[in-house]
């Protein structure tokens, strides 16, 4: 038997902030109090898991890598993986030991050799229903249309270790797995948009050193549609924070493009989905389901896929997946009734956007829905769907990126130090409607040891964007506010006191130009977004697959 620390589903109750257990394991569970950095009351559950669980797949010795392959890691910044994508469309079984690798998507410029250690991640794969009516996403009657009809594999992730070398240029590779025949766990697909939206999966060299120390700025590659996204790390000793910050914020999927559009026909301003080729209303964002034809990446000028990208369209206020609705506009003729885009969602769902201009319609994107991860099922954070606008140009009104996922595995972590995986608001919109903020992204460290003074975990969902903020507020006038975005995190570390990490999440307080209420405004009616936040300690994760004890 063994004790797992999960706390799940951080919510309120009698005003104060409370953790509810995830059923799992057989005992019944052992209550402990603790107090967060806001001074709200948390109950922690300790969970007792059968041993019929144990022991680990990471004990199996075909899926041990070479630990310390990489020598000692001296004072880590920058990417330190490198990440590539299949070579072409498919689908990887359970036990498979061989893929096609394309050349390498982003990160290190580190090739491929025998002995190292790889994550394989489904990064898109959830499908929707994509009727347009308050079932639009998962399916269910009525609104919020948001969600997704089945996850698939989205989100699921395994080590494997390579049996030959590879190099960046792609190529053939063989491995090891914990899976069937020394092969894959997981079902990993790759597929081009048809009738559901792209399904991709990444595979993510990941260094094996001994002994790490942390310097500022190690971070991921930005998620880039096909690579890109993870920060994975692992040490067979000890991982020295050092005082410094990990930080994958703005790294996950991306938001909504923002586009200056005069208005036409062909549609209605309660619609949930339509096409990109109409000249009104605004685009959802990029998530676990798929990828729309016009997003914004943090640059400066909008990406155009030039695929639709979501089943029957990529505009309008449905949420697909964990990712934003577009704003609906009020006045399709003229799209000069704009509203908000919908918050990201990952560890919960993200916010509605604004209410339309003037005419006050409700009918803001829904926010990204809740993504019920897992230790080893995380998601990258859900972009912000755009506002809808037509007066400004550029890069206005589009919503925000998601955050990134760390994933750490080490036999100690000491010093001090910090992880971000926030999401980033959009950029501020000119007079039209606002995009929704990007949701916070997943946060795995496993350690056998603990050893940290403090490890804060941030993963914060943005705020929307405020519409018309340099101009005194209207209230019968302003343009839609983005939705909010969501916090998330799955921490794993072995049961210890809570406060050896300190929690911070996002608040925004409402500011006069909200004139009509996103859910981000809660003086001015709308909810409160509900704050969930994981915390896994599992022997399924133990040791990793890269210390030594594994190929015993």
């Known amino acids: 038997m063994k004790e797992c620390l999960i706390c799940r589903n951080i919510g ?19 209550e402990a109090a603790a107090v967060d950095d806001d001074g709200c009351d948390l109950t922690v559950t300790l969970i007792t898991l059968p041993a019929s669980i144990q022991p680990s797949v990471a004990q199996v010795s075909p899926g041990c890598g ?28 359970p036990g498979a030991t061989q893929m096609q690798l394309g050349p390498f998507g982003s990160g290190s410029n580190t090739p491929v050799q025998t002995g190292d ?6 990064m898109q794969d959830a499908a929707i229903n994509s009727t347009n009516t308050g079932a639009y996403g998962d399916g269910v009657a009525n609104d919020p249309g948001s969600g997704a009809s089945n996850l ?15 190099p960046l240029t792609g190529g053939t590779l063989q491995f090891q797995g914990t899976g ?3 092969g894959l766990v997981n079902t990993h697909t790759q597929a081009n948009f048809g009738t559901q939206g792209q399904r991709r999966y990444q595979v993510t060299r990941t260094p094996q050193y001994n002994e790490v120390s942390l310097a500022p700025g190690l971070t ?10 993870v920060l994975a790390l692992d040490a067979s000793g000890q991982i020295n924070f050092n005082g410094s910050t990990i930080d994958v914020s703005g790294r996950g999927f991306r938001g909504g493009g923002g586009r200056q559009l005069t208005g036409g026909t062909g549609g209605a301003d309660t619609d949930y989905r339509n096409l990109a080729t109409r000249n009104f209303h605004s685009p959802k964002a990029e998530g676990i389901a798929g990828t729309p034809q016009f997003l ?4 400066t000028a909008l990406v155009n896929t030039g695929v639709e990208g979501y089943p029957e369209g990529s505009h309008w206020r449905g949420a697909p997946g964990n990712a934003g609705g577009g704003g609906s506009d009020g006045n399709i003729v003229s799209n ?10 990952n560890g919960g769902n993200g916010g509605r956007g604004g209410n339309a201009w003037n005419s006050q319609e409700p009918y803001g994107g829904f926010g990204g829905a809740l993504f019920p991860g897992a230790a080893q099922q995380v998601v990258l954070g859900g972009g912000g769907g755009a506002g809808t606008r037509n007066n400004s140009t550029g890069i206005q009104s589009s919503g925000g990126r998601g955050g990134g996922i760390v994933l750490i595995r080490a036999n100690r972590l000491t010093g001090t130090g910090t992880i971000n995986a926030n999401g980033t608001m959009g950029p501020a919109p000119a007079n039209d409607g606002a995009g929704g903020g990007g949701a916070g992204g997943s946060i795995v460290v496993t350690t056998q040891a603990g050893g940290l003074s403090t490890l804060t975990t941030n993963t914060q969902g943005a705020a929307g964007a405020d519409a018309w903020p340099t101009t005194t507020a209207e209230l019968s006038r302003g343009h839609g506010s983005g939705g909010a975005a969501e916090v998330a995190s799955c921490f794993t570390q072995p049961p210890i006191a809570l406060p050896l990490s300190t929690f911070k999440v996002a608040s925004t307080a409402p500011q006069p130009w909200d004139n009509f209420p996103s859910e981000r405004s809660p003086v001015l009616g709308a909810k409160a977004a509900p704050l969930i936040r994981a915390i896994f300690q599992e022997p399924s994760l133990e040791p990793s697959v890269l210390h030594p004890r594994c190929c015993l």
């Open 152 to 166: 698939n594999s989205a989100g699921r992730y395994e080590y494997i270790v390579a049996t030959n070398a590879v």
């Open 117 to 122: 250690l790889l994550v394989i991640m489904q």
């Open 296 to 299: 914004y990446d943090g640059s």
């Open 66 to 93: 070479i630990p310390g392959n990489d020598g000692n890691g001296t004072l880590l910044t920058g990417v330190v993986n490198t990440y590539f994508p299949p070579s072409s469309s498919g689908t990887l079984s």
């Open 12 to 30: 309120y109750a009698n005003g104060k902030k409370v953790i509810s257990p995830q059923e799992k394991g057989t005992a019944a569970p052992i």
């Open 336 to 345: 000069d009734q704009n509203s908000g885009g919908g918050g990201g969602g």
């Open 220 to 229: 991921a590659s930005a998620w880039n549609g096909s690579t890109g996204g």
């Open 180 to 182: 069937s025949g020394n």
